[in-house]
């Protein structure tokens, strides 16, 4: 596989033009055209130029292989085909604020939450910097944005992957994604999904990114959460909330608990008290979410009674609690839906 150019800031693309021995505007010409979304053979510079990047950088590392559109929502799923055969889902989402995409951070997962389908396939790879912003540069240039207006506004980590598992690339994307003369989205509008690795969530409140920091939570207690995220086996509900308390007095910025609905294991009024208890005088929100079912897992989803009355209790205790809306599950596109069951290729060899 070849080397990706998108992964470069424009710092490293300008080391890059020297080195071929080009002019330094070549660095600019690079820089807005791979943000646009552009391949390296439609970005107009010589011939000779083009040809030497071809031999060692992607043409396109990400493209769109298949498109699903919800008909309940208009949600869209993007299946992107990467340079080396495998293939990773993203969502775009249309809110009242803005667009916002879902991308994915792993060509698999292996945390092995039970009620997540990127997991059932395990992890086959990690995606570059470059890869994962290019899922957002070819859906923004496919709906209509540029570089002044972006059709993308918002961005999740919350496709297939832990995004903590794969840090580097990941805190580099960030960087990249932000960058001044590029796609320019802000880390503020970015949010990242943790199920909860304590010292890589330490680690990231020394990086100075005002990310929304978001953590699976799913229970209250170990031994409940152990049922369903084996990740607890190594980290206890609270050695995370040090972490979190870590990461506000670094950072000054609220942290978010993901706490996804079960029936029958996470959702009785028992199960909203001590939530309630554990998270109360905190500086968090908490997202409540009915289960999206997956098709090999024997977990139900909460009913829509049972989601209110657990707000509800929160509510009553002072928690700032939502409960989320559930997008493009009629297309596998919901939260916990995204999974690697498209894969053709393993991880080359290495």
């Known amino acids: ?191 990242l999904s943790t199920c909860g690795l304590v010292p890589q969530m330490k680690k990231f409140a020394e990086e100075g990114l005002p990310v929304n920091l978001t953590i699976s939570l799913h229970a209250s207690s170990d031994e409940e959460r152990g049922r369903t995220m084996p990740v607890a086996n190594a980290y206890s509900i609270s050695e995370i909330m040090d972490a979190c308390a870590y990461y506000f007095k670094k950072t000054g910025r609220r942290y978010i608990f993901e706490y996804t609905l079960i029936a029958g294991e996470n959702c009785d009024k028992e199960h909203a008290e001590a939530l309630a208890k554990l998270v109360k005088g905190k500086p968090c929100h908490v997202n409540l979410i009915r289960l999206n079912e997956v098709k090999e897992r024997s977990l139900l989803a909460a009913d829509e009674k049972a989601a209110y009355r657990f707000l509800g209790i929160l509510e009553k205790n002072g928690i700032s609690a939502t409960l989320r809306r559930s997008l493009g599950s009629d297309i596998g596109g919901a939260c916990g839906q995204l999974r690697a069951s498209y894969l053709e290729k393993k991880a080359p060899p290495i």
């Open 1 to 191: 596989m070849k080397k990706i150019l998108q992964d470069l800031n424009f710092t490293e693309l300008e080391e890059l033009v020297f080195f071929y021995g080009e002019k330094k505007y070549r660095a600019k010409q690079l820089f807005e055209g791979l943000m646009q979304g552009k391949r390296i053979s439609d970005i107009p510079i010589s011939a000779t130029f083009r040809e030497a990047l071809l031999a060692k950088f992607e043409d396109e590392p990400v493209k769109i292989r298949e498109t699903f559109v919800s008909k309940e929502d208009g949600t869209k799923k993007f299946l992107f085909e990467l340079a080396d055969g495998n293939l990773i889902e993203g969502v775009f989402m249309r809110y009242k604020y803005g667009n916002t995409q879902c991308v994915s951070t792993q060509v698999g997962c292996r945390m092995g939450c039970k009620f997540c389908a990127s997991t059932l396939g395990g992890l086959v790879r990690n995606l570059t910097a470059g890869e994962i912003l290019s899922q957002i540069l070819v859906v923004n240039r496919l709906e209509g944005g540029n570089l002044k207006d972006r059709a993308v506004t918002n961005v999740v980590l919350m496709g297939s992957g832990e995004p903590f598992d794969n840090y580097d690339n990941v805190i580099k994307f960030i960087k990249n994604a932000s960058a001044e003369g590029g796609i320019c989205i802000s880390p503020r509008n970015v949010s």
